[in-house]
C-alpha cells in the first residue's frame, strides 16, 4: 500500500467485534441494551443529585461529574460500533476518526482524575470529619471539577495534534471497534516514536499520579481506621468509601487489563473484546455500584417516586 498524508486520508476502516455474522443481531440488542442502561443509569443519578437538597454535598457534587463523563464515554464509541452492527458499513472519517480518539481520551481521562478528587474527599470525611466542611468548601469543589475538566481536554488535544502529523496507508484498517489512541498508531504508515514517547510519559503521568492519590488516600484512611480499631468505624468507613473503592478497582482493573497486560499482536481479538469492558460495561455498572448500598441515592430515589406518583 502507498503511504499518503492524513490530508488525502478520507478514511478508516474499522474491524469491529470479532462476532459471527449470524450473532451480529443478538450483539446488537445486547449492546444496545447495555448503552441504554447506561444512559438512563447515570441520567437517574445526575437528576437525583440535582432535586434532592440532601444530595447537595461536595460527595454527590463529585459523583455527578462522574455520571456525566460515563454517559458521554460510552456515547463517544458505542453509537458507532451499533450502527456498524446494524449496517454492515465499517468505514469512518479521517475527521470523524480523530474527533472520536480525542473525546474519547477526554472523558476517560476525566473519569480518571474525577475517582482521585472523589478519593481526596473521602480522605478528608474520615481522617479530618471535624474539619469536613471547612476544607471540602464550595469553591474548592469547583476548582477541583473544572480542573478535571480542563487537564483531560489538554490532555486529548495533546495527543489528537500528535495523531494529525502521521500519515497513513491508503487503505487504512483499524483493528478495533473504535479509533482507540494505540490501534489507530498502530495503523499509522509512518514514525510513531514520537506519539509513543507522549504516550508513556505524558499518559503515563495521567494514569500514575492520580492513581498514587487514590492509594495515598486510602492508606491514610487505613491508617487512622487502625489507629482505634471498631466494629463501627470500620462499619462507617465501608459505607462511606465502599462504592468508591469497588468503582477504582473496576476502572484501574480493566484499564490496565486493556492497554498494559495487553495480548500478542497474535490476539487482537482478545483485546477488543477486554476493551468493550472499559468502555462499555465499566460505565453501565457505576449506577448501580453507587446506588444499591447507598442509603442516601435510595431515599432520593423513593422520594422522587412518590413526587411523580402524586403529580
Known amino acids: ?125 474520615i481522617c479530618h470529619p471535624l474539619h469536613y466542611t471547612t476544607i471540602v468548601r464550595g469553591e474548592l469543589c469547583i476548582f477541583l471539577v473544572v480542573g478535571c475538566w480542563f487537564f483531560s481536554c489538554v490532555h486529548g488535544l495533546l495527543h489528537s495534534l500528535l495523531m494529525g502529523h502521521l500519515s497513513f496507508c ?20 509512518s514514525d510513531t516514536s514520537l506519539n509513543e514517547l507522549v504516550i508513556f510519559t505524558e499518559g503515563g503521568l495521567f494514569f500514575v499520579v492520580p492513581l498514587s492519590g487514590i492509594l495515598g488516600s486510602y492508606i491514610c484512611m487505613a491508617v487512622t481506621i487502625l489507629r482505634v480499631l471498631s466494629i463501627k468505624r470500620i462499619s462507617k468507613a465501608l459505607s462511606t468509601c465502599g462504592s468508591h473503592l469497588f468503582v477504582v478497582s473496576l476502572y484501574y482493573g480493566t484499564l490496565a487489563g486493556v492497554y498494559f497486560f495487553s495480548s500478542s499482536g497474535q490476539s487482537k481479538d482478545k483485546d477488543t473484546i477486554a476493551s468493550v469492558m472499559y468502555m462499555v460495561v465499566t460505565p453501565m455498572l457505576n449506577p448501580f455500584i453507587y446506588s444499591l448500598r447507598n442509603k442516601d441515592i435510595k431515599c432520593a430515589f423513593d422520594g422522587f417516586a412518590r413526587a411523580k406518583n402524586f403529580s
Do not use: W
Open 1 to 125: 500500500m502507498r503511504p499518503e498524508n492524513q490530508s488525502s486520508v478520507s478514511e478508516f476502516l474499522l474491524l469491529g467485534l470479532p462476532i459471527q455474522p449470524e450473532q451480529q443481531a443478538m450483539f446488537f440488542a445486547l449492546f444496545l441494551s447495555m448503552y441504554l442502561t447506561t444512559v438512563l443509569g447515570n441520567l437517574l443519578i445526575i437528576l437525583l443529585i440535582r432535586v434532592d437538597p440532601r444530595l447537595h454535598t461536595p460527595m454527590y457534587f463529585f459523583l455527578s461529574h462522574l455520571a456525566l463523563s460515563d454517559i458521554s464515554l460510552s456515547s463517544v464509541t458505542v453509537p458507532k460500533m451499533l450502527m456498524n452492527l446494524k449496517t454492515h458499513h465499517q468505514s469512518i472519517s479521517y475527521v470523524g476518526c480523530i474527533s472520536q480518539m480525542y473525546f474519547f481520551i477526554v472523558f476517560s481521562c476525566a473519569d480518571n482524575l474525577l475517582l482521585a478528587v472523589m478519593a481526596y474527599d473521602r480522605y478528608v470525611a
Open 170 to 189: 491508503a487503505v487504512t484498517i483499524i483493528p478495533h471497534f473504535s479509533c482507540d489512541l494505540t490501534a489507530v498508531l498502530k495503523s499509522s504508515c
